[in-house]
């Protein structure tokens, strides 16, 4: 057994030799690996290149209060900080091999139910229940890893999505409900829900929203174009969910879409300004109306994609879900 708990030199599930080709090299090394705000290609020692490859999935959910967003940095913490330390720990791996990566970028004080990432081994495993029940064991109580599978080389977690889904919650009553104000935006306002609801249509298609994005902490230029699948306004309650599903979402264009959405629901604008506003391409439009909404009540719920991206290797172990555990003899005398 290798020091990350797999077999060292087992035939890999991701290839049929259980080893990286020289044709493999060029389009499977080097991999895009997370450096800060940048992506940048980092490349394998000489002394792993001829190891075979093993790439794994995560479906992670955290309670982003307590920390700076997803992007990798040390100091403040951040979720993908915190998940590596814990990988490197149990793997023995350097950041450098894991090559690990989350679907999205999740921003300070965001939530996530549904955030899926990816990792790489030299080894393969017998099971994953043990090492998911290591990673719960050394990550904060915040920060869950509720899923471990196997993955095809042709599986990445960010460039592979089909669709995101965030939710956003609002609370709308004169009281906040106190066990609530870590995830829940609250507005004192009554909110009118059905102009809100007839706004947030006028989002749906392909648009250009370069209005709803804010300037990047990097120095990448994001695609502007997305599609907007739906984007529903649903009430619970003194509780209004927002969910929006898209194709991909620029840096806080969530919540830029949400604040807008706010400001129509409060009857301070009318509900014909989203399709100017988008027509302008100008974030300093959006501005001269509403800023970015609260963060904490911005949840990532889910991350699609297609099916044939989610098929297991074959030769691999079995996908975990976490263990439960079992009292085989009770040794409390009874009474």
Not at 30 to 53: I, Q, T
Not at 261 to 281: D, F, H, N, W
Request: aromatic share 10%; charged share 20%; with cysteine.
């Amino acid at each position: 057994m290798g020091s990350g708990g797999g077999a060292l030199g087992l035939s890999s599930p991701l290839f049929a030799n259980g080893h990286l080709s020289s044709s493999s090299n060029s389009t499977f090394l080097p991999l895009p690996v997370e450096d800060g705000n940048h992506l940048a290609m980092v490349k394998p020692r000489s002394s792993v290149v001829n190891l075979p490859h093993y790439k794994w999935r995560l479906l992670i959910a955290y309670d982003g209060t307590r920390y700076a967003g997803w992007q990798f940095q040390v100091s403040p913490p951040t979720i993908q900080c915190i998940v590596e330390k814990a990988l490197i720990q149990i793997t023995k791996l350097e950041r450098e091999c894991l090559h690990f990566v989350g679907a999205s970028r999740t921003d300070t004080g965001v939530h996530a139910w549904g955030q899926v990432a990816h990792f790489i081994t030299p080894f393969n495993y017998d099971s994953l229940e043990t090492i998911h029940a290591a990673l719960n064991g050394l990550l904060p109580s915040d920060i869950r890893v509720r899923e471990i599978s196997a993955a095809t080389p042709e599986f990445h977690a960010r460039f592979s999505t089909k669709s995101k889904v965030y939710h956003y919650k609002i609370y709308n009553d004169t009281i906040m409900d106190p066990f609530q104000r870590h995830y829940v935006y609250h507005s004192v306002y009554k909110l009118n829900t059905a102009a809100m609801r007839e706004a947030a249509k006028m989002f749906i298609g392909k648009h250009d929203f370069s209005a709803f994005v804010n300037a990047s902490r990097n120095d990448r230029v994001p695609d502007p174009v997305k599609t907007i699948f739906r984007f529903d306004v649903i009430e619970m309650g003194p509780l209004i969910q927002l969910e929006v599903e898209g194709s991909g979402f620029l840096y806080r264009q969530v919540r830029n879409m949400v604040a807008l959405l706010i400001q129509i629901g409060k009857e301070a604008i009318p509900i014909e300004i989203v399709p100017k506003i988008l027509a302008t391409l100008d974030r300093r439009e959006l501005a001269k109306y509403a800023l970015s909404a609260p963060p904490h009540g911005l949840c990532l719920v889910s991350v699609k994609y297609n099916q044939e991206h989610l098929l297991l290797p074959s030769d691999c172990p079995t996908t975990s879900f976490g263990r439960h555990h079992t009292i085989t003899k009770c040794k409390l005398p009874f009474y």
